[in-house]
């Protein structure tokens, strides 16, 4: 049902079949905004690994748009979503994903919380392009119109969104960093690989001298010697 779809061959080839086959990827992969920042997300972003992180971006929007959806099935698309008046919705919904503790105000996630502001900036600035262009997606709305939403709303994700909701997400995130336990060997463990090292090292050594043609002596007492080092 997807192959008649248009949208980049490139992200219908290389990151379609990396998604998981469920709800969230089909409206993902059906929603001409959120497709349309897959798409740049690849193009700036050439590396093979990538393409995976391309698909978890297109699955956060796809399931902040079904969350919206939950509260107002009237709103059919990411675009219709991007409007001013929609703001307080997407704040709630991000909380949401974020699994937001509002009486802790703590969020289990805050990587998420952080990242969707940023993502929804560039999806604003993808529509306004779509809007100059005048593209079907925007259905009857005038060009002016949807570029003066679109604005408006990067201009409250410059700022109220601070305060909604990155602020907190990224003391949330240092949090998170500082109480993380950092596991050092013991001294006594070190000494044991250090001896492990040296015996092997010699024994190597001594049959390369017996046998100074042999390559996979060498590769291995080259290994040893770096990793000791």
Not at 21 to 37: N, P, V
Not at 69 to 97: G, M, R, W, Y
Not at 213 to 220: E, F, G, R
Request: some cysteine.
């Amino acid at each position: 049902l997807l192959v008649n779809l248009r949208v980049d061959p490139e992200l219908r080839n290389n990151v379609f079949p990396r998604m998981r086959a469920d709800e969230i990827s089909l409206k993902a992969k059906t929603d001409t905004l959120i497709c349309a920042f897959g798409a740049r997300y690849i193009k700036v972003h050439r590396e093979q690994h990538f393409i995976n992180v391309a698909s978890r971006k297109m699955r956060e929007l796809a399931r902040l748009l079904i969350e919206i959806q939950k509260h107002n099935n009237c709103i059919k698309n990411l675009f219709e979503a991007l409007k001013p008046n929609n703001f307080d919705a997407l704040v709630a919904a991000t909380k949401s994903l974020a699994q937001y503790d509002p009486d802790n105000g703590y969020y289990k996630s805050p990587t998420l919380a952080m990242n969707m502001g940023t993502s929804l900036k560039q999806c604003c600035e993808i529509a306004i392009s779509f809007a100059l262009k005048r593209k079907d997606v925007y259905g009857t709305m005038e060009a002016a119109t949807a570029e003066a939403d679109l604005r408006t709303m990067i201009q409250l994700i410059d700022a109220p969104w601070r305060f909604e909701i990155s602020i907190q997400a990224a003391n949330d995130l240092n949090v998170k960093k500082w109480n993380k336990v950092t596991i050092v060997p013991l001294a006594s463990d070190l000494k044991k690989l250090r001896e492990y090292f040296i015996e092997m090292g010699q024994n190597v050594l001594t049959s390369l001298l017996n046998d100074t043609t042999n390559k996979q002596l060498l590769i291995q007492l080259t290994e040893i010697v770096y990793n000791y080092l």
